[in-house]
């Protein structure tokens, strides 16, 4: 469970640090009135989408963060052979860094209230995204046909699981891109449009960097440093 | 450090807070079915939860039938009664208290007492619920389905759990395979939901409402969905997991097994990978259930007995310490699986650390009715209920939570006895308190007191006459989960009849929450008129325009908040409470 303990650490952290800033150590009984609250405590930005996405973020993180957990207890055991990972992921991961930047573009764009830029780049980022979805489904017909099928290791079965999780998550991203992308081309309010392409590029970033830790497991480039923690923790 | 307010920052921002868009239902379809306001979306959560209570409550008199009358009853077979622990702990576990506690009581008192018109998300909200009831409605269908549910046990551990052998788990049987989907939904809408209340404590807040000036009550609720959401995923985890292990064949829990002369296909999997997965959320799901039922309990006893909290910030520091610490004592649940013993002494340690800062609660809660003016109201004498209740189980805890007791102890009735003490009846102790104490608000009118008495003095003490006998059955050594005992040498004769007992008084009990069911129906035509503040309560709930309050919940303008949610017989003031709205500096007012 190293893996989610550390995640959990992490948000441990920040969780104690905002609750100091957000005045735990005050004395609620001694304080009345509105003018001894410290301006920006009682309430936060205004940006209420953004931080709803942050939470379903964590909630995402807190996932993957367990299926990870799983994936190195069960390595331990004796019948793992690790998959020998096909070159089509690495198409794959191209494109969903290219989906990521095309993102980030229409957001830029659209910040300076470039319709058509906005417009290009969210359609070509949606369609890299599709193309990292087709990308994967071609790397688990690779991997069945040559005898990496689901249930032959389970070393195969957390292939296509997790990396299955990661593409239905993108899936669900897609519909909300869909939505924003019609909303763009017909013309939808510059603040909403703008908003929208915020939610969905942090998303995009987010699972991308989901899909890089993912990857740097499923390589076995984190074996060492999880077998080191794994000394102290069950 | 020295106690004075702080000063007045120069540049304060006007006390006015931009208003929301508020969505307005335009049919009966949108308001009351398709709901988006919150409160609604409460009722809608807490009937469901309520009704799918009332079927596992069924479910323990069927197995108390058995236990206490063994063979009277033909229907109740082995593999039945199997399947009524299973469907009876995880209704109660997961479909009733965490969907009441959150779904229910977090969406009707988060906006309401943080001085919000309603949910940030409340489309989101929406769904939450709907998605809800149909992880409720796919647990049922288990019902009707070939072989019935599962009979896994509630903890669903493998290999037992999709092995033919199980009922609800042969080849053709639905049953596992509903439990796991259901669940999947129930973790997708809480989800929904959670963003909702989580998202609403941190922006929704009124002006002046700042984190300390919160009710306890939000506190509570606020921390365990916050749990929620991070503990929930591990469920998630197990569930997809093992629905790949029962439909696709993998092994990812499943290890080499002969079944009936046969070697089945699965090899090499980690049955003790499953209960780490499963703890990890099972373990924060006792908390998930029991922070609300502190924040509740904190409050209903500063108002009924006319006092501010003792501790306020003790409490507060007290209620996210247990849920960050809830998170590193899963693996007590695991003593018997196997496990290094420096894990188990690791484990031991922190089990008994928590009951620090939980120990720190109860202290503030007597502290607070110490010389207070305690009223025995209804909603009073639950709340003290929980008190006791809540020390009982919470030190069997401290048993079971050290590693050389709890070997003998594990897989008795002991531990039955001690689960039920501290996250049974204790929490539903509470559930009780609040709504009687919140009844009058959501209806406008008084329940009907002298079926309160008798609802609460039958509930307290027949749940006393059903668990406190049941520890004893566990230290003589009757294991749990097992439909008859049969007459072995080791179990004393004495057994049977405090088996016979504890039937009788569960019988007893469960007839008391339909006179409960009863009384809420009655009240909602023929109890008094409540007034909109009968408490004579300080959070904003009790001061809103209407009663019931009505969309938006604030009339036209939101309230603005000058003070703690506790200032309760405050010397010099006018009455024994003042609002937290009321922008009155205390020393200012009359005397009176």
């Not at chain 1, 494109?95 to 417009?119: E, F, H, M, P, Y």
């Not at chain 2, 551990?157 to 609800?168: D, E, K, N, R, V």
């Not at chain 2, 910030?313 to 003593?335: D, E, K, P, Q």
Request: aromatic share 14%; net charge negative.
């Amino acid at each position: 469970m190293t893996v989610i303990l550390l995640f959990l650490l992490i948000l441990a952290c920040l969780g104690a640090w905002w609750l100091l800033r957000q005045g735990v150590m005050s004395k609620p009984w001694l304080e009345t009135g509105v003018d001894t609250v410290q301006p920006g405590s009682d309430r936060m930005s205004p940006h209420l989408a953004k931080i709803g996405l942050g939470v379903f973020l964590t909630v995402v993180g807190s996932l993957f963060a367990l299926f990870l957990s799983a994936y190195f207890i069960r390595m331990a055991y004796a019948d793992w052979r690790p998959v020998p990972l096909p070159q089509v992921v690495w198409i794959s991961t191209g494109q969903l860094i290219l989906s990521s930047i095309l993102l980030q573009i229409a957001v830029i764009a659209a910040r300076n209230g470039d319709r058509t830029a906005t417009k290009l780049s969210l359609l070509f980022g949606a369609i890299a995204a599709l193309g990292f979805l087709t990308s994967q489904l071609i790397a688990f017909g690779e991997l069945t046909s040559t005898g990496f099928a689901l249930t032959k290791n389970p070393a195969n079965s957390f292939f296509f699981m997790i990396t299955g999780i990661h593409g239905l998550h993108i899936l669900g991203g897609l519909v909300a891109l869909g939505l924003l992308i019609a909303d763009a081309w017909n013309d939808g309010p510059v603040e909403r449009v703008i908003l929208r392409s915020e939610l969905c590029a942090t998303y995009w970033h987010f699972l991308l960097l989901i899909w890089i830790v993912i990857m740097v497991v499923l390589i076995g480039w984190a074996d060492s440093f999880i077998a080191f923690c794994g000394q102290f923790l069950p | 450090m020295v106690d004075v307010p702080t000063p007045l920052p120069p540049d304060v921002p006007p006390a006015e807070v931009p208003e929301v868009e508020l969505y307005h239902a335009k049919s009966y379809w949108t308001k009351y079915i398709f709901a988006q306001d919150a409160k609604v979306i409460a009722i809608q959560y807490s009937c469901t939860a309520i009704a799918i209570g009332l079927v596992a409550l069924v479910l323990s008199w069927l197995m108390r039938l058995q236990l206490g009358f063994p063979d009277l009853f033909d229907f109740i077979t082995p593999e039945a009664y199997y399947q009524f622990v299973t469907m009876h702990g995880m209704i109660m576990v997961v479909y009733l208290l965490t969907a009441l506690f959150l779904g229910g009581f977090g969406n009707y008192l988060i906006p309401l007492m943080v001085g919000a018109r309603d949910m940030v998300f409340p489309y989101v909200n929406m769904l939450s619920f709907w998605v809800y009831l149909l992880a409720v409605l796919v647990l049922v269908a288990s019902f009707f389905v070939p072989g019935g549910p599962t009979g896994a046990g509630w903890t669903l551990y493998p290999p037992q759990a999709i092995l033919s052998g199980t009922p609800g788990s042969a080849e053709g049987d639905l049953g596992i395979i509903l439990m796991l989907v259901s669940l999947i939904l129930f973790i997708i809408g809480f989800t929904m939901g959670g963003l909702n209340y989580v998202v609403t404590v941190l922006q929704g807040r009124a002006r002046g409402m700042t984190l300390m000036r919160m009710p306890l009550t939000v506190w509570g609720i606020f921390t365990a969905t916050v749990m929620a959401l991070l503990a929930f995923p591990a469920l998630l985890v197990a569930s997809v997991m093992m629905l790949f292990d029962r439909l696709l064949g993998t092994s990812f829990f499943m290890p080499s097994l002969v079944e009936f002369g046969e070697q089945l296909q699965y090899g090499g999997g980690s049955p003790i990978l499953f209960q780490h997965l499963f703890w990890f959320f099972g373990h924060p799901e006792v908390y998930i259930v029991a922070l609300p039922a502190f924040g509740i309990v904190s409050d209903l006893i500063s108002v009924h007995a006319r006092k501010n909290i003792f501790g306020y910030r003790m409490m507060v520091w007290a209620i996210v310490g247990i849920g960050a610490l809830s998170f590193i004592v899963w693996a007590h649940h695991m003593y018997v699986s196997g496990m290094h013993p420096y894990f188990g002494f690791f484990f031991a340690t922190t089990t008994l650390i928590i009951a620090i800062p939980t120990a720190i609660k109860v202290y503030n809660w007597v502290l607070t009715l110490w010389r207070g003016d305690i009223h025995l109201t209804i909603p009073m004498l639950f709340a003290l209920g929980f008190i006791v209740t809540f020390v009982n189980g919470g030190l069997t805890g401290l048993f079971l939570g050290n590693v050389v007791v709890d070997v003998p102890l594990s897989d008795t009735m002991f531990v039955v006895a001690h689960f039920h003490m501290v996250m049974g009846v204790a929490p539903i102790m509470v559930i009780m308190g609040a709504i009687y104490h919140w009844y009058p608000k959501m209806t406008g009118r008084m329940y009907n007191e002298a079926m309160g008495q008798f609802h609460f003095w039958v509930t307290f003490v027949g749940a006393y006459a059903i668990f406190f006998p049941m520890h004893y059955v566990g230290l003589v050594g009757v294991p749990r989960r097992y439909p008859e005992l049969g007459d072995p040498a080791f179990v004393t004769q004495s057994v049977d009849g405090l088996n016979a007992f504890i039937s009788l008084a569960a019988f007893a009990v469960g007839f008391a929450q339909i006179v409960f069911l009863f009384n809420i129906y009655w009240s909602l035509r023929n109890g008094r008129d409540a007034g909109g503040n009968p408490w004579r309560a300080t959070t904003l709930e009790w001061q809103t325009a209407d009663t019931p309050p009505g969309h938006g919940n604030f009339g036209d303008e939101l309230p603005v908040v000058y003070r703690w949610a506790y200032d309760y017989s405050v010397p010099g003031a006018p009455e024994d409470f003042i609002a937290q709205n009321d922008p009155t500096p205390v020393s200012q007012a009359e005397p009176t």
